[in-house]
């Protein structure tokens, strides 16, 4: 059974950093990339950053390049997404997804955030940004 487990959520202040964490479990990691996206109350999920380490791309939202860097670490299975200067309107649920890179959607159109188009996800971990 293949799990993605997001961590590392939680309350910080505006200005302030926070570390997630995205492991997975049940599928071969190379053969994966992750992306990270998110979803605050009332409105759509948005993709926020993505990862393929074995093609060395990465890819950011365009609100959060500068700030946000994504990196991955094979011999644990781990993506992580570092962010600082957090901002209020960095509030959501954040979720990890993984797509194969051996989808005609990966070859074809990644970097992206097609949300179908993520064979699996993670059940989300809550960030807060008070102002």
């Known amino acids: 059974e293949v799990q993605l487990v997001e961590s590392g959520g939680g309350l910080v202040q505006a200005g302030g950093s926070l570390r997630l964490s995205c492991t997975a479990s049940?599928?071969?990691?190379?053969?994966?990339?992750i992306g990270w996206f998110r979803q605050a109350p009332g409105k759509e999920r948005e993709g926020v950053s993505c990862?393929?380490?074995?093609?060395?791309?990465?890819y950011y939202l365009g609100s959060v390049k500068g700030r946000f860097t994504i990196s991955s670490d094979a011999a644990k299975n781990t993506v992580y997404l570092q962010m600082n200067r957090m901002k209020p309107e960095d509030t959501a649920v954040y979720y990890c997804a993984a797509v194969f890179r051996s989808s005609d959607y990966y070859s074809d159109y990644w970097p992206a955030f097609t949300f179908s188009k993520y064979d699996y996800w993670g059940q989300g971990t809550q960030v807060t940004v008070s102002s």
């Open positions: 990862i393929s380490s074995s093609d060395g791309i990465t």
């Open positions: 049940g599928l071969t990691f190379d053969d994966y990339a």
